[in-house]
């Protein structure tokens, strides 16, 4: 039995022990003495978060089926054991084993969202791995970042030795080979970087360097090693029934956020939604085969006992077999109590129909995100959404014996109006009407809408991501008024208001579209104490402001400024496959409140069909035109 890195007295004395002892259930045990590569996958977030994130699942299955690699865990100390862990000099540790992180070859890092930049650092500091890639020796893993917020690394450049952007399935064994290659040759962290940079979708930030205009934009990103492209080409895995995914999956020993089987059944998405970062870097959409799920949907459920299978897409309605799966899978585990989670659902009626099977309609609601309550900012954005399409959706779920309703919109969207967040309050209430149209014997109830608002952030590699984005107080105006219109609506009282926090969506937004200048502001922050930065109990904004100031950045820089169409953004080294003329030419089309057609409809040529094309693009690859 292995021995534990925390003793029995600190555990004893910590919240949830049971997310630092590992041997949970399908955990893969290895001898560490039999590999030639040992891999630490980490999540930086406490391990409730980070044992729900399926693109980690999926890396450690495929590292550990190679015989010489060994991929071990490792996930953020919660606040009361970050603080014995440095009061009592416990390196951080992989869950599997029990070993120290600063032992291992590799450290890959998940960057699933901006707000846990710290929590990176927090990760390097408790490993004894130095911040700084620049100050660490041969014996130093290599420090890998991936995921989303890797579209744009600038921010955190500094800190990380290699870059992957892309998809994992694709490259990691090629850079595996190379490090066994380089450590059978004696050569060293250079030569390893110098190789690595040769692959495709690999950036090491050490061999480029930034020059800036004298009012602060880009003027110039230079290479300073031969051995590195200057374009570096995402990495997207086109055949999707042909590849690694977990048979077995990780089983938790406490609940998680996502205590479920994850069948991701298409990756991409062909709505072009204008805001969505995620609807145009994942593109082209691709799509898993039938077979392929139905056999994985078998193997999870049976390897792991677990009571819900949830699938996974962007959007989920446009899986073209997604009623002959959903009805499949209903057939084969409903009546052994497996409830089937359908996220990403547009409601209409076979939504409905099946919803009524899987779920008990007593105690479910319903979503909707219009993401804009006036059909002009819907326009804007892209939506693909009527208001018609939405009150009819909520009537056949009224008939349908739902009463709650829940719709997620976006304050401080590009070209908004106070007409069009007063839509927010309208919207709402016209969903309300439409329940006490029917008959009161007919009802379920009185009626729940819950409309809740975030703040829009423009992302990279969206159309928006040259639009200035709202200052905090001009947040902070656009949630008031709508509070006040959400109280003067007929049917106030069946209406319950959510609102995000300014703060947190200012940081978020720095940090998006920022530079290098950055990881300076971030290390400081972080040794001043900022640590959870996603939890609005350890955030503090105060700090923040403090260290932007103190090194000379007006944060507005990033936020509130409209960018020029030939500006120099930090991320246009990057080839997500989606162009940037492609991108400039949506956000003309945004200002002007009109619509492109989805994918399937017609090919707007975006770019992604270079990476081979997806269903949606192959009428168009056959007629050899791609603009």
């Not at 032992?103 to 490993?127: H, K, P, R, S």
């Not at 609807?279 to 006992?305: H, Q, V, W």
């Not at 492609?582 to 399937?600: H, I």
Request: aromatic share 12%; with cysteine; charged share 25%.
């Amino acid at each position: 039995m292995k021995k534990l890195a925390l003793s029995d007295e600190i555990l004893l004395k910590i919240e949830k022990p049971a997310r630092y002892i590992g041997n949970e259930v399908n955990c893969v045990v290895k001898n560490p003495e039999s590999v030639d590569i040992r891999f630490a996958m980490c999540f930086p977030d406490v391990y409730e978060i980070g044992m729900s994130h399926l693109g980690i699942q999926i890396l450690y299955d495929m590292f550990n089926r190679r015989d010489d690699v060994y991929c071990e865990r490792v996930y953020s100390p919660w606040i009361d054991l970050d603080k014995i862990m440095r009061e009592q000099k416990i390196p951080l540790f992989a869950l599997e084993s029990q070993d120290p992180v600063r032992d291992f070859d590799f450290l890959g890092i998940t960057l699933q969202y901006e707000m846990c930049y710290t929590n990176i650092l927090q990760i390097l500091d408790l490993a004894e791995i130095p911040i700084y890639a620049k100050e660490r020796g041969e014996d130093a893993p290599i420090v890998i970042g991936g995921g989303p917020c890797a579209y744009n690394p600038e921010p955190i450049a500094d800190f990380f030795d290699i870059f992957y952007i892309g998809e994992g399935e694709t490259v990691y064994d090629e850079l595996l080979d190379a490090y066994k290659e380089n450590k059978k040759q004696g050569a060293g962290r250079l030569s390893f970087l110098e190789r690595a940079a040769q692959i495709e979708g690999l950036y090491v930030p050490q061999f480029y360097e930034t020059s800036y205009h004298e009012d602060g934009t880009i003027a110039s990103f230079q290479l300073i090693n031969s051995h590195a492209p200057s374009l570096i080409k995402k990495q997207a895995e086109m055949n999707l029934s042909d590849t690694v995914y977990p048979q077995k999956p990780l089983v938790p020993l406490i609940k998680v956020t996502q205590d479920r089987v994850v069948l991701e059944i298409q990756r991409g998405c062909i709505r072009g939604c204008r805001f969505c970062q995620a609807g145009m870097i994942y593109r082209p959409i691709r799509e898993r085969s039938l077979d392929f799920l139905k056999e994985r949907a078998y193997e999870m459920l049976k390897a792991t006992g677990h009571e819900e299978i949830s699938l996974s897409s962007l959007s989920s309605s446009d899986y073209s077999h997604l009623q002959e799966l959903v009805y499949f899978l209903i057939d084969e585990f409903g009546t052994k109590g497996v409830n089937i989670s359908l996220p990403s659902l547009r409601i209409d009626a076979f939504a409905l129909e099946v919803m009524s099977k899987v779920q008990d309609v007593r105690k479910s609601s319903l979503t909707f995100a219009p993401e804009a309550g006036s059909q002009r900012l819907r326009d804007v954005i892209n939506k693909g959404l009527t208001e018609e399409i939405i009150l009819k959706g909520a009537m056949e779920a009224f008939q349908g014996g739902w009463n709650r309703v829940k719709l997620y919109f976006m304050l401080g969207l590009p070209t908004e109006t106070e007409e069009d967040i007063e839509g927010i309050a309208v919207l709402s209430d016209k969903i309300a009407r439409e329940y006490y149209t029917i008959p009161k014997d007919q009802r379920n109830g009185k009626v729940q809408i819950v409309s809740s608002t975030s703040f829009f952030v423009p992302k990279p590699f969206t159309p928006f991501q040259w639009t200035r984005m709202a200052t905090g107080e001009e947040f902070l105006e656009k949630q008031r008024f709508l509070n006040g219109k959400m109280r003067e609506q007929l049917n106030a009282k069946s209406i319950k208001y959510n609102w995000h926090e300014a703060e947190v969506t200012t940081l978020e937004g720095i940090f998006a579209r920022g530079d290098r200048k950055l990881c300076q502001v971030i290390y400081d922050a972080y040794k001043d104490g900022c640590i959870y930065d996603a939890w609005s109990e350890y955030f503090d904004y105060g700090k923040w402001l403090k260290h932007l100031e103190a090194n000379g950045i007006d944060y507005r820089f990033y936020t509130s400024r409209e960018r020029k169409k030939e500006e120099i953004l930090p991320w246009d080294f990057i080839d997500a496959g989606v162009t940037k003329d492609f991108l400039w030419q949506e956000y003309e089309q945004a200002k002007q409140g009109a619509v492109t057609p989805n994918c399937r409809q017609k090919c707007a040529g975006c770019g992604a069909m270079t990476f081979g094309g997806g269903v949606c693009f192959e009428p168009r690859r056959k007629e050899g035109a791609n603009d």
